[in-house]
């Protein structure tokens, strides 16, 4: 790649974590610029799975166009959330698809996008991450990232190659965590059941720091833990690779002097 | 609809009220604690053990959508394969219909009493109780279902009825029916509780006039009927009377033995993690001239019940389904749950998108929304069927229909006006995620938020950390711009 000039990657940051945890957009950025890439971050909203999740096609598809059309120009559209990028690239096409115009579009567009961990590991080749992380830690397969992208080695790779960290697995890595978004709020007695159970095998873990690809799905575990007063810690993954462990972790007081 | 009144009662409609007695109910989460090793670890052993095994699912993927693009032929060569057997082959476009021919059959038969295999759609249609309006008293020889019949209750999995059980519920149900054994018998082992309800059931195999079976697969090259089962109960069922009716719906069709043994080889290792079922019996019109044993009349009664307003339909996919049960299996909303919560007979995955379809989605519209779209149940079925794809049509169709509640869809609407509109989406949530920023950072999150009470009953909300993302960025770039200029 040295040869090409640096890839151009449109980050959407998702609405999670522009909202609520800023400091993991700015992580995505550093490691996608360490890699060699110019980062780029069109205006932009939510990837609008709160409305086709719902049912409500249209607006599906109007925030599904307005996303395509900000992203135009980027060689790569780049998402820290396997379920963001989920959804553009298998779901946006299916929305236009009695659209073939529009489809065309949705297609490329998806095409061009990625989830960011794997972004690094199978198309930018990283192989080894050189910051440190002396925690031991235990991984979340997020459900979309998983069974839509099939990405499940890739964190555990990089990770695993950080110096001082030490993995370990928790019994069903890959059962849902009981967020599903809109369902956490809906059906949220049987949401609180499945996160229980999650909450669980963390705990027979005795990992100090929890980590997933996923805001929803960390939102969601941080909140069941932090509720039940379990010390444990909880990171988005992207701030584990780009070795920013001094933000209070997920639902963790700020100490006067951390204001961003 | 009138041609569902004798089908099943469904309380679906209360499906939250359900569930939240269901995870209350503490000796059925002990029960469902089973579900969720069991029957996940035995199925991903059996499906490593076979390298071609998802070479297999999409084989019998194939065969099912050949299938349903030509069934209206094949269902005509199955019934004359059928005749050419001697037996006879009922169409039932409704449930009423289809118990209406079965008791009339029973009745012609004089049966008094009559032996039932395992069927969902004897379930579906409510055949028991139309049995029972008629006088005529239906004995459930599957030991799940016998357990279930004794308790009154419905089956609580496509497979395994009676899985919402101890051990200890069923020993007591057990002392408290069988009333003419010694009430000081050792019923410890489990095999002590199969072995009382094999001797209770072997008198009546012997008694019943007629026994009906469903089936897992209809052959329309030989006419014949496939049941697939562990017990052997099937097998007396269809063996000891003088009448065998076999029910099932008619997407069970497979053209040849071929594609039968296709199916069955995804089917045992998808269900149970079985090779093979401990039989696999295959019926063929009644009992031929130097048969040793076989009924006399064999009757086959196809049941339509909404099912052929699928094809065509965005729904067609789930008419693939074999009821293997590995959706359910692999469910994390029927592992808290359980199967009764979801109302009616069909629960888990593949109920969430098959109930709304058989008794409407007005009265199922909570089952397709209670999913969190993980995926597990598309991930292990075994003829793929894209089960969250179809539940979120679901979604869209009570979307349409403005099924979804008014405040809902008021809330969809208001957020997606934002969210269609990035540059004033941005505005908002920065003084949004300020504000809240603001109130939490010193604790880091809340235990109650106004609107939230739906995440923070059970939970806390992470704070956001401050200012949004995108302002951040927005306030750097232009800072480093002018510094350039």
């Given amino acids: 790649m040295h040869s090409n000039p640096k890839p151009r990657i449109g980050l959407f940051v998702t609405c999670l974590v522009d909202m609520f945890r800023p400091s993991v957009g700015f992580c995505a950025v550093k490691l996608l610029e360490d890699a060699g890439c110019e980062v780029v971050v069109p205006v932009q909203s939510c990837c609008g799975q709160p409305a086709y999740n719902s049912g409500d096609r249209a607006h599906a598809r109007d925030i599904a166009l307005t996303h395509i059309k900000a992203f135009e120009g980027c060689d790569y559209i780049v998402a820290p959330s396997g379920s963001c990028a989920g959804m553009m690239v298998k779901h946006y096409p299916e929305l236009f698809a009695d659209d073939p115009d529009i489809l065309a579009q949705a297609r490329s567009f998806a095409s061009k996008c990625h989830e960011l961990v794997s972004f690094l590991s199978d198309v930018l080749n990283v192989t080894h991450i050189a910051q440190s992380c002396h925690h031991s830690v235990t991984y979340h397969d997020s459900c979309s990232g998983l069974r839509e992208l099939g990405i499940s080695d890739q964190p555990r790779r990089l990770l695993k190659s950080m110096e001082g960290l030490t993995l370990i697995e928790m019994k069903e890595n890959d059962v849902c965590c009981g967020f599903g978004g809109t369902f956490a709020v809906k059906y949220s007695d049987i949401s609180d059941a499945i996160v229980s159970q999650k909450c669980r095998n963390i705990e027979d873990t005795s990992a100090d720091l929890l980590v997933a690809g996923d805001l929803g799905c960390l939102l969601n575990m941080a909140g069941k833990l932090s509720r039940q007063g379990k010390k444990t810690d909880v990171r988005h993954i992207v701030e584990v690779l780009a070795g920013d462990l001094t933000t209070p972790a997920i639902g963790a007081p700020h100490k006067e002097g951390n204001a961003q | ?485």
Avoid at chain 2, 412 to 423: G, Y
């Fill in chain 2, 1 to 485: 609809m009138s041609a569902h009144s004798t089908m099943h009662e469904s309380t679906s409609p209360r499906f939250k009220q359900n569930a939240r007695e269901a995870l209350d109910n503490k000796q059925l989460q002990s029960a469902l604690g089973h579900v969720r090793h069991r029957f996940i670890d035995k199925r991903a052993q059996a499906a490593a053990q076979l390298p071609e095994f998802d070479d297999l699912r999409d084989s019998a993927k194939a065969i099912k959508d050949h299938v349903l693009a030509h069934l209206d032929l094949y269902l005509a060569h199955y019934e004359q394969q059928v005749h050419a057997a001697g037996g006879h082959v009922h169409f039932a476009r409704t449930a009423q219909e289809a118990s209406a021919i079965i008791v009339d059959l029973c009745q012609k038969a004089g049966a008094t009493t009559v032996t039932k295999g395992k069927s969902m759609v004897s379930e579906e249609i409510g055949l028991n109780a139309a049995l029972l309006a008629a006088g005529i008293k239906p004995v459930e020889t599957d030991l799940g279902e016998y357990i279930i019949q004794i308790r009154g209750e419905t089956p609580s999995h496509i497979i395994a009825p009676a899985v919402h059980l101890t051990k200890a519920q069923i020993e007591a149900d057990f002392r408290r029916t069988h009333t003419h054994l010694d009430a000081k018998r050792n019923l410890d082992a489990p095999e002590s509780l199969l072995a009382e309800a094999r001797t209770l059931l072997r008198d009546q195999f012997l008694r019943a006039d007629v026994g009906i079976t469903g089936a897992n697969l209809l052959v329309a090259e030989t006419g014949s009927s496939i049941i697939v089962t562990n017990e052997g109960n099937g097998d007396l069922t269809q063996i000891l009377p003088k009448t065998h009716i076999v029910i099932a719906s008619i997407e069970k069709i497979v053209p040849t033995l071929e594609d039968a043994a296709q199916i069955l080889r995804v089917l045992a290792r998808s269900a149970t993690g079985q090779d093979m079922t401990v039989y696999s019996t295959l019926s063929t019109g009644p009992r031929r001239a130097g048969d040793p044993d076989g009924p006399e009349n064999y009757h086959v009664v196809l049941v339509d019940n909404g099912r052929s307003s699928m094809i065509g339909s965005e729904f067609e996919d789930m008419l693939r389904c074999i009821r293997c049960g590995a959706c359910m299996n692999h469910c994390p909303v029927y592992h808290a749950v359980g199967g009764h919560a979801y109302g009616w007979v069909y629960p888990g995955p593949m109920g969430s998108v098959l109930t709304p379809s058989l008794i409407g989605v007005d009265k199922a519209g909570h089952l397709p929304n209670a999913s969190t779209f993980c995926g597990r149940c598309e991930s292990v079925c075994p003829v793929r069927i894209p089960l969250p794809k179809l539940m979120r049509h679901w979604r869209e169709r009570e979307f349409e229909r403005h099924l979804s509640p008014a405040t809902f869809r008021w809330g969809l609407s208001f957020w997606a006006a934002f969210a269609k509109r990035p540059r004033l989406y941005r505005f908002v949530t920065s003084f949004t995620a300020r504000a809240l920023g603001m109130m939490g950072r010193k604790v880091g999150s809340f235990r109650w938020l106004p609107l939230a009470s739906g995440w923070t009953a059970t939970r806390n909300l992470a704070a956001p950390q401050g200012d949004t993302f995108q302002s951040q960025w927005h306030r750097q770039r232009t800072a480093k711009d002018q510094r350039k200029n």
